[in-house]
Every structure is written in structure tokens, then in C-alpha cells.
């Protein structure tokens, strides 16, 4: 066969031969992207079985007829955004993981290209059976469901590390990947990581910082040159990644650009720093925190310095940029992150600061308050204990909230999104967790570093593993996307006794 293949010219790299004599092969499903059968040997359904779900197909008889193609997971869910879409929830609402789970694939990429796990850099996505890798200055495009590398791109100047004190730099809907780098934006083909357009940052000497799909619109900031954060060293890890009382970066514009346009159909122009940690979208609208103070636009600024002078939550129309309401921010006390995330027409603002009547290392407390989405009104608010001291190396104070369903959560709590009752039936076990990171959400589970890549049902409040043998990135890696829980590599500097450093995806596991 491989001689055969060789004269034919189809050999390629490397051809692997295995005869069975079996009507089910020995693969798991979704394997596949294209079988060729051509006397008809295999049922359609046994195809479908290991036809890669999104862009499978199989081939049969000499016409080379279509029998069979890929079908999408039913209950499928995407990673579009940095927390999940561009509303920050923080949850794909995957249906098809939750805690029980068994390995689908591991491989490329590993750690060489990756970002060091210690600076927290920018979350990948998941659209349509893609994964999209972000790495030093470079987007690894990878199969999500057997791991193969479909493109790189390199991408000068798009590296941003810290990622919990800005935004991420990509974005992604059904055609193209919106990648951010120095004073533009790159439009990227899905398919084959061509560039297709650029899209130029809407004001002189500044970098492009946000970048956000609504339907029809591109959404984009824009930061003082250099403000944002590039560069990998040790005192950037020491002095600023851990700790608490970090700036945040600030944009001073907003921008809309229809889809396809070259052009911004309209800009925002701040009257103060707009924090990035809070930019969300929601229904065709925009909602910030932008500074009353001047002094704070466009680059690195402390919570404490932004917010001094008072600030507002404002809302925009994605399409034309008008001002729908504008509310006074109602908490000046934080002093760590602060964040908007929205769903079920409820906008959420989180943030955290310290409580320096216990001890002078101070305990992290978080706030919590609520508006309704569409007019501004307050609807209800929490201050909570997490039992965490302040000061601490591993996040802390920068957990944003998960939004599944009705239910939001913060850990360890669990509140009604409408009406902020507790939820008493919600049992989070886990008195500390081990390690750092943002938790994400399946519809029926959490996922999150716990030494290694831990689980927690949400249905029976049970603490679970995905794997004991290699460890999730310090910020947000593990994404329930298409059918899977994709975790690529993101451990790369760790010098933790964790033995394998790969990318990995799991599947339901079969009972």
C-alpha cells in the first residue's frame, strides 16, 4: 500500500496502514476529515460516527459521491471571546461535557511557542470545530477535534501578557479572526489564515486594545502607544502579574466599523479612562466604565486614580454609537478589577478591594451589583467574603463572575441572576482552591486549575479531575467548546512537578 501510494504520488509525509476486518473501526468519534470508501465496505452511520463533526466527509464508489458528512454536536457551544462572548459570561453552555470525561486528543502545540504561564496572557477560542491557539506573536490554528495543525500566522506586535488587568486582542465569528497588533487590526480568514484586510486604529499615535464582534460590527479601542503590556521578564512577573493594586489599562475611544467597511462608522471619544477589564456587549449594545478624570485616558492606570473623581457606567448602540443611558458607577471602593458582563437582560459589575480592619495584609472582599441591561435601573447588590488575604501571588482579587443559566457565581457563592438570593443548594467544596485562573463554564459544569485541571459539577456540587498529569495556564485555558473541553497548552516556563506539557481535548465519556 505505501509503495502503491508512493508511485501514485500521494504519499505526503507520513502514511500509516491498519487492516481490520471489523464494521466499526477502532477510533474514537470524530476523528476523521475525510474517508474515502470506495466499495462501500462501511455503514453511514459507522462514518458519521468518525467524521470530524464540523467539516467531515466521506467519499464512496468510483464517482466519488458524497454519502456521508460531518453533523455539529447537538448542544453545541462556542468560545467566540476572551470570557466566553462578548458578553463576558464566562460560559460556552456546552451540552455535551460536564465532569465525566475521557481523553478525545494530545498533541502541537506544546510549550515553545507559547506564551510563559506566569504572565497570563490572552484565552484561545473555539468557533465551528477550529481552535484558535494565541502564542508569542503568533495565532496556531488547530482541528478541535483531532489536534491537527491547520495554519500558523505570525502576527508582529500582538503579543499582550496580563491579561486580567486589559482585554484580549482576538475575536472570532463564523469567516474570520479579528486579531489586534500594535495600531491595527488584522482580518483573518478562517479557513487558511490569510489576511484579507486590515483595519486601521481611529486616533494618531495610539494602539488598538479592545476588539469585539456584535453582529454586524467591529468593535475597537484605542490605548496610548505603549501602555500596553508586551513585554516577558522577571519583573514583570514579580513586581506587577501577582499583586494586588496593579493598573489596569485605559482606552480613550471606542470605535464601530461595519463588517467589511475599511472605515469607523462612528467614534466615541472619553471624557475619561475607559478601564478594558470592563468592555462587554450585549445585545447589539456596548456597556463600559469610563473616569470622570481626564487625566486617566488611554494608558496604565490605578483603580484607585481611575475611579477617584467619580465614574460612570455607560451604554452604547453598537451600530451607531448614540448614547442609550448613562449611570454613576456606584462603587468607588475597588481597587483591584473591575468588570461588566450581562445575560438574561442583566448587567452585572464585579470588582474587588481590600479590608484592612482584620489585619494590616488586609482580606480581599468582593462587591457585586446589578442594573437592568436596557434602562440603567439598580436592581440588587452583594459585598462578599471569599477568605482570601490580600497580597497573595495567584489571582486573588482578579475572579470575575460565571454566568450559567439563571445562576451567577463568584466562588464560592452562587446567586439568582434576577434577584440576588443565595443559593443554598450550591455546595462549592473547595476551601482553597490550588492555583490561579479564571473558572469557566459548560451548562452542567465549572473547569478550573486546582494543581491540575480540575472539574465541579453543578448539578451534584461534586469536585472532580480531568488530569493528574499536566497542569492549565495561570489565567484562562480550559474552554467546553464544540462538543469538547479543549485545554491547549498554556503551562509553557512552568517549573512545577507537573510531567507533561501538550495541548489536550476531552470528550463525554461513555458509561
Known amino acids: ?100 470525561l475521557a481523553i478525545q486528543w494530545f498533541g502541537p502545540p506544546g510549550p515553545r511557542k507559547m506564551v510563559d504561564r506566569h504572565h497570563r496572557t490572552i484565552a484561545p477560542l473555539s468557533h465551528n470545530g477550529r481552535l484558535f491557539i494565541p502564542g508569542e506573536n503568533v495565532i496556531i490554528c488547530s482541528d478541535a477535534w483531532n489536534g491537527t495543525v491547520l495554519w500558523e ?42 489576511v484579507v484586510q486590515e483595519l486601521k486604529t481611529t486616533k494618531g499615535n495610539s494602539e488598538w486594545g479592545y476588539v469585539g464582534l456584535s453582529k454586524d460590527m467591529v468593535i475597537g479601542s ?35 466599523t461595519k463588517k467589511g467597511s475599511q ?16 468592555i462587554c456587549i450585549y445585545k447589539e449594545n456596548i456597556y463600559f466604565i469610563e473616569s470622570h478624570d481626564s487625566e486617566t485616558l488611554g494608558g496604565q492606570q490605578k483603580l484607585e486614580t481611575l475611579l477617584a473623581k467619580g465614574s460612570s457606567i455607560v451604554c452604547l448602540n453598537a451600530k451607531t454609537g448614540r448614547e442609550l443611558w448613562r449611570q454613576e458607577n456606584r462603587n468607588s471602593k475597588f481597587r483591584h478589577n473591575i468588570s461588566l458582563s450581562a445575560a438574561n437582560d442583566v448587567l452585572i459589575c464585579s470588582g474587588a478591594f481590600n479590608n484592612y480592619k482584620v489585619n494590616k495584609r488586609g482580606d480581599v472582599r468582593y462587591e457585586l451589583y446589578t442594573m437592568d441591561a436596557n434602562s440603567g435601573k439598580y436592581l440588587w447588590s452583594k459585598e462578599m467574603n471569599p477568605k482570601l488575604k490580600g497580597g497573595g501571588s495567584h489571582g486573588e482579587p482578579d475572579r ?9 457565581y463568584l466562588e464560592p457563592n452562587c446567586y439568582d441572576l434576577k434577584t440576588g438570593k443565595d443559593d443554598k443548594e450550591f455546595t462549592y467544596s473547595i476551601s482553597k482552591r490550588k492555583g490561579c485562573g479564571q473558572i469557566t463554564a459548560s451548562s452542567t459544569a465549572m473547569y478550573f486549575r486546582n494543581a491540575t485541571a480540575g472539574s465541579f459539577d ?20 480550559m474552554i ?32
Open 153 to 194: 500566522l505570525t502576527v508582529r506586535d500582538s503579543i499582550r501578557i496580563m491579561a486580567q488587568k486589559d482585554c484580549s486582542y482576538i475575536s472570532v465569528d463564523e469567516k474570520y479572526l479579528y486579531v489586534a497588533a500594535k495600531n491595527k487590526c488584522l482580518v483573518v480568514d478562517v479557513r487558511n489564515g490569510k
Open 263 to 278: 472605515t469607523a462608522a462612528w467614534i466615541y471619544k472619553a471624557k475619561g479612562g475607559i478601564s478594558n477589564t470592563s
Open 1 to 100: 500500500m505505501r509503495q502503491l501510494l508512493d508511485v501514485l504520488g500521494l504519499y505526503g509525509t507520513r502514511v500509516t496502514v491498519q487492516q481490520t476486518l471489523d464494521k466499526k473501526l477502532p477510533y474514537v468519534d470524530g476523528t476523521f476529515n475525510l474517508i474515502f470508501d470506495p466499495g462501500q465496505k462501511l455503514s453511514k452511520e459507522e462514518k458519521q460516527r468518525v467524521l470530524q463533526p464540523y467539516t467531515g466527509l466521506a467519499l464512496s464508489g468510483s464517482k466519488y459521491r458524497t454519502m456521508a458528512a460531518g453533523i455539529k454536536p447537538t448542544g453545541a457551544g462556542e468560545w467566540t471571546n476572551m470570557y466566553g462572548n462578548a458578553a463576558n459570561t464566562n460560559c460556552s453552555n456546552e451540552a455535551n461535557v460536564s465532569t465525566k
Open 480 to 511: 467546553p467548546a464544540c462538543g469538547l473541553l479543549l485545554i491547549p497548552e498554556a503551562s509553557s516556563g512552568c517549573v512545577c512537578n507537573y510531567a507533561i506539557q501538550t495541548s489536550m481535548a476531552f470528550r463525554a465519556r461513555k458509561e
Open 458 to 477: 453543578l448539578g451534584s456540587n461534586k469536585l472532580g479531575k480531568v488530569t493528574y498529569i499536566t497542569r492549565p495556564g495561570c489565567w484562562l485555558n
Open 222 to 256: 484605542s490605548v496610548s502607544e505603549g501602555a500596553i503590556r508586551r513585554h516577558q521578564s522577571h519583573k514583570n512577573t514579580t513586581d506587577l502579574t501577582h499583586y494586588d493594586y496593579v493598573p489596569v489599562i485605559t482606552s480613550s475611544t471606542l470605535s464601530g
Open 400 to 408: 470575575r463572575p460565571v454566568i450559567v443559566g439563571d445562576k451567577l
